[in-house]
């Protein structure tokens, strides 16, 4: 049975992603070289404002009418797929990309990855909100994904120097 894409699904969705990326970003601190910790734990720290952000808007577009900021017919396709991925799947466990053997390389790029797909889902989000406001507040979260792109990136610049 497919799960009908509405605007308030897609919120719960934003907002589980933002607590999966927390989640995320705590366990890989822990297996992350010391100096690298607190930069993850500012990361998750993140994730958690976005959550809170995404709650908020979706609290604030509860009373709207039935049909407000549902998506047409491509936007639903476009989400279906991307929440067809596993990060995007409300079971999906932060804890299931680590094993133990991953180099701090590894969690670095594997965290990229992960922010670039969340970047593509709040695109997409973007188009289901029909309001002003709650757009702007989601490009603002979309910015700072690419902000946690570009800390990573430079991550990867400071290990491989070691």
Not at 20 to 38: K, L, S, T
Not at 65 to 82: K, M, S
């Amino acid at each position: 049975m497919t799960t009908a894409i509405t605007g308030d699904y897609v919120l719960r969705m934003a907002e589980q992603i933002e607590r999966n990326g927390a989640e995320f970003y705590g366990i890989a601190a822990v297996h992350a070289p010391e100096p690298a910790r607190p930069v993850l734990l500012e990361l998750a720290t993140a994730e958690a404002q976005h959550q809170q952000q995404f709650h908020d808007i979706r609290s604030r577009l509860s009373g709207k009418p039935a049909g407000a900021g549902e998506p047409d017919q491509e936007v639903t396709a476009y989400l279906q797929g991307l929440l067809a991925g596993k990060f995007f799947e409300s079971t999906a466990d932060p804890a299931s990309y680590f094993d133990g053997s991953e180099t701090y390389r590894d969690i670095v790029l594997t965290a990229i990855r992960l922010e670039k797909e969340i970047i593509a889902f709040y695109e997409g989000v973007k188009l289901v909100l029909g309001d002003k406001d709650s757009r702007s507040v989601v490009e603002l979260i979309i910015r700072a994904e690419m902000g946690h792109i570009t800390t990573l990136a430079r991550q990867l610049d400071v290990f491989d120097k070691v």
